[in-house]
T-cell receptor, first 114, second 111 residues
């Protein structure tokens, strides 16, 4: 059963701690993305990756870091430099980076930092 | 400048047809009109995509006039489970452009 998995579904951290959100896909997609969603808002792009070992900053990359060591994995680290990290984080993938290709989304991780 | 404009919210009774219109006056030749659906605390899900005229699938229909400056997502006979946020996007087929999900249209289906 192909798809995108994100874990955990809920994550709680203390302020000042780094935290890594997992994203795995078995769709054999080249492109992967991370979005952030705040209550009542749309999705904002954090990072995206076209191929292994390559990734680009999105609109709100400050305070976040990513890696793409394997095609199927694109973990996101929320660092202590991110001023307002509490949000709903969504990972997505698509066949190619070209915009018209459908993006498949994972179930999301809700991060709460106190 | 926003690429698309759609109503912030809509209400509909169960069993009715719902039409959500999206304006995209500056649509480019290589843009595909694409709609996603998002339920609370879930990731968005692709519904339908079109370039011109009419596209229909098992979930919805998409109507696009000849000038492509607007589009209408039509949901037939909605049920309570169609309560969700619907996003209208322009996806560029000529290469990569960052995808922008605005706040979408929050559809509330009423029993």
């Amino acid at each position: 059963d192909g798809g995108i998995t994100q874990s955990p579904k809920y994550l709680f951290r203390k302020e000042g701690q780094n935290v890594t959100l997992s994203c795995e896909q078995n769709l054999n997609h080249d492109a992967m993305y991370w979005y952030r969603q705040d209550p009542g808002q749309g999705l904002r792009l954090i990072y995206y990756s076209q191929i292994v070992n390559d990734f680009q900053k999105g609109d709100i990359a400050e305070g976040y870091s990513v890696s793409r060591e394997k095609k199927e994995s694109f973990p996101l680290t929320v660092t202590s430099a991110q001023k307002n990290p509490t949000a709903f984080y969504l990972c997505a993938s698509s066949t190619q980076l070209a915009g018209s290709y459908e993006q498949y989304f994972g179930p999301g991780t809700r991060l709460t930092v106190t | 400048l926003a690429k698309t404009t759609q109503p912030i919210s809509m209400d509909s009774y169960e069993g009715q047809e719902v039409n959500i219109t999206c304006s995209h006056n500056n649509i480019a030749t290589n843009d595909y009109i694409t709609w996603y659906q998002q339920f609370p605390s879930q990731g968005p899900r692709f519904i339908i995509q079109g370039y011109k005229t009419k596209v229909t699938n098992e979930v919805a229909s998409l109507f696009i006039p000849a000038d492509r400056k607007s589009s209408t997502l039509s949901l037939p006979r909605v049920s309570l489970s169609d309560t969700a946020v619907y996003y209208c996007l322009l996806l560029y087929s000529g290469g990569y452009q960052k995808v922008t999900f605005g706040i979408g249209t929050k559809l509330q289906v009423i029993p």
